[in-house]
């Protein structure tokens, strides 16, 4: 048992198969054992400056692909962070006891803001992992399942929780775990297999999009990097793309890496790369329907991320009158 809260950034019209193995598997997993909030987290994309038609879609969008991907709204909460005010409350109390240094610490920030500059450089990035931590504080969360590349913005969201425990008192607010599963918790671009996948890409061709044409997928597919051997082998060390490939193929067939080593022994990296194009494809296909069943009934979708936010309200709205409370602040009358 126990709360799990997680969520995704609208940034982009098509998750990619980082976000899915690396998280949205999980998700769907937990959703039998505990009980379970999913986000689509608009607040977060507007930190990129997103058109603001382009983002209203893409929110929908991710919403489709979540319960395409098994998200199920009658057993967990999906919702749009926009919808629950507490969201930016809670962010604000959190930033009050943020260090400027220890968030500047953090390394999505640094990097994101070299690339940018200063003047490129929203205060609204540079606080972002604080309203992360307010999404997770606000739900008396327990478990957060997210890719290796949110470990640190968590032990930020841990650090919070701990330091306003201390100041205002045991069970001010739950101190999460990280859930973050070994094997798919990074997966790497196929063009250059020692770079995480990203939807940030600068070329898309190491990208598998979930809402790409499957053909293009297969080509991508086969023209992932490998190396010089022949010897479909699992070492990320010295064979990053063919440990790449092997993952991916692991975790959308159920087989473990250990069986397909035996498979493929004498067998060439094509023969590989072959049938992990037919496994995606197999799987992208109907994935792709239900997203487009998803979408073709907006106003559907629309009530269901409704009745998502007022359940989540009912459940944000004791948290933030707690920690206001403890914080000093007036009650409400
Ligand atoms: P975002 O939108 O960048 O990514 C969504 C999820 O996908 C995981 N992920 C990956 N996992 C494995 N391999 C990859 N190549 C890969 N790329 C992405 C991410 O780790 C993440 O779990 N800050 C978050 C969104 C967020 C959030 C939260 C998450 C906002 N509030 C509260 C959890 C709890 C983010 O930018 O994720």
């Known amino acids: 048992g126990g709360r ?12 990619q198969l980082g976000n899915y193995l690396g998280a ?10 505990h009980d379970a909030i999913y986000c689509v987290v608009d607040l977060h994309a507007l930190t990129v400056a997103p058109d603001p038609r ?16 098994g998200v199920d709204p009658q057993r967990s909460i999906l919702f749009v962070q926009s919808h629950v005010p507490e969201h930016a409350e809670l962010a604000w109390i959190l930033s009050c006891h943020t260090g400027f240094g220890e968030a500047g610490r953090m390394t999505q920030f640094k990097d994101k803001s070299a ?42 969201t841990r650090d919070l929780a701990q330091r306003l425990n201390s100041r205002f008192g045991a ?29 940030s890409a600068e070329s898309p061709n190491g990208l598998i999009e979930l809402l790409d044409d499957p053909k293009v997928v297969a080509k991508r597919i086969r023209s992932a990097v490998t190396d010089a051997e022949r010897e479909i082998r699992f070492d990320p060390a010295t064979k990053p793309g063919v440990s790449n490939l092997l993952t991916i193929l692991s975790a959308l067939s159920g087989r ?10 004498g067998k060439g990296y094509g023969d590989l790369k072959k049938d992990l194009a037919d496994v995606v494809v197999d799987f992208l296909t109907p994935f792709q329907e239900r997203v487009q069943h998803y979408l073709s009934d907006p106003s559907a979708l629309d009530d269901v991320l409704a009745e998502g936010a007022a359940r989540a309200r009912d459940l944000a709205t004791p948290t933030l009158e707690r920690v206001y409370d403890r914080c000093g602040l007036l009650p409400r009358r």
């Open 4 to 15: 799990i809260f997680s969520g995704m950034q609208p940034t982009s019209d098509s998750l």
């Open 24 to 33: 949205l598997t999980q998700w769907v997993a937990l959703q039998d054992t």
């Open 54 to 69: 382009v983002l209203r879609e893409r929110t929908r969008r991710t919403a489709a692909q979540y319960l395409a991907a």
């Open 115 to 156: 690339k940018q500059g200063t003047d490129g450089t929203t205060v609204g990035l540079f606080t972002y992992p604080v309203l992360m931590a307010s999404d997770i504080l606000l739900y008396d969360t327990a478990l957060v399942p997210v890719g290796e590349d949110q470990r640190q913005h968590l032990e930020l």
């Open 171 to 199: 069970g001010t607010v739950v101190v999460p775990e990280p859930y973050i599963v070994s094997a798919t918790a990074k997966i790497y671009d196929l063009q250059d297999p020692t770079s995480k996948m990203s939807k």
């Open 256 to 265: 473990t890496v250990a069986s397909l080593e035996v498979d493929y022994e």
